[in-house]
């Protein structure tokens, strides 16, 4: 799984062959040793996806705790973070949702409804309780999603560096500024 999914998120699913997922995986190259494990290659796509929103569940469960820092700014800061690392820690899965999944449009579904709708409803009530006086959660929780996702998709396609050159930590410092009211003040960078 781990071998196919770093060549979908590397070349696509679509230039992909089963004969490179068994030879990244250790298996005899086009002997069809991966059907001993799937029926299908997309059958791995879907079992991807599957981890991945099993794996969703860490950032969710994150945000319903919520940081344990007094401040809120910090606590955003600290969501801000984790937003940004899952999306590092799945860049794999990341790539192939914006490259290949408009081929599968009940994987990409899918992944709307397991990944997507569930984060957004987690950072809304995240929101909701860390700004009561906020007009509108879900927007606001859009919109951080948004600007955090279109940061690490940036960053990824230019190998790891910003194109803007605003490092992550100026980025997350910036964002909070923009969410989190004024007086509720983020520690100065050491």
């Not at 600290?78 to 860049?91: C, D, S």
């Not at 709307?112 to 309780?129: D, G, K, N, P």
């Not at 948004?146 to 990824?156: E, F, K, L, Q």
Request: charge should be negative.
């Amino acid at each position: 799984m781990t071998a196919a999914m770093d060549l979908f998120g590397r070349q696509g699913y679509h230039a992909t062959t089963i004969a490179q997922i068994e030879a990244a995986a250790g298996l005899s190259a086009g002997a069809g040793g991966l059907y001993r494990h799937f029926k299908s290659k997309r059958a791995v796509l879907e079992e991807g996806l599957e981890r991945q929103a099993s794996a969703g569940r860490e950032l969710v469960d994150y945000l319903a705790d919520g940081p344990s820092s007094p401040n809120p700014r910090e606590r955003f800061l600290a969501v801000a973070r984790a937003g940004l690392a899952r999306l590092e820690q799945e860049r794999d899965v990341n790539r192939l949702l914006l490259r290949d999944l408009a081929s599968f449009p009940d994987l990409l579904d899918l992944v709307r409804e397991r990944e997507l709708r569930r984060t957004h409803l987690a950072v809304t009530s995240f929101l909701r309780a860390e700004l009561p006086a906020e007009r509108d959660p879900e927007a606001l929780a859009a919109v951080v999603m948004a600007a955090v996702s279109h940061y690490w998709i940036m960053a990824d396609v230019y190998g790891g560096r910003h194109p803007h050159e605003v490092d992550t930590e100026r980025f997350l410092r910036a964002l909070v500024r923009l969410v989190v009211p004024e007086g509720q003040d983020v520690p100065q960078e050491t």
